[in-house]
């Protein structure tokens, strides 16, 4: 049987490490909405390629689909799905193999 553990108290460090206080996480989602907001635009991802200097083929491996799938939301950017802009997003923030970070979002 699993012990029950009480809920750690609001900005208490709990088990996954300390916790981001309020204005840190609002900072964090409105630099992730505002970069979902521009990518979903007209020329969005290619822009976004543009800034991270990538092929429409790097990007494909990076985001785990294929390129022809870039190409596509390169030319209908309302067909490209949130989840995919997200990532998109995040991987513009905090690059390649690193979990993104609150100094990744400038004040």
Request: some cysteine.
């Amino acid at each position: 049987m699993i012990a029950d553990k009480a809920a750690p108290a609001p900005g208490a460090p709990s088990d996954r490490g300390p916790g981001l206080d309020p204005a840190a996480s609002a900072r964090l989602a409105e630099a992730v909405i505002e970069r979902v907001n521009a990518l979903s635009e007209p020329g969005g991802l290619a822009a976004w390629r543009e800034r991270l200097g990538i092929s429409r083929r790097t990007a494909a491996k990076e985001l785990g689909c294929e390129a022809n799938t870039i190409a596509k939301y390169d030319k209908t950017p309302d067909a490209a799905p949130l989840y995919f802009l997200y990532a998109c997003a995040v991987l513009e923030l905090c690059g390649k193999n690193r979990p993104l970070r609150l100094e990744d979002v400038k004040e």
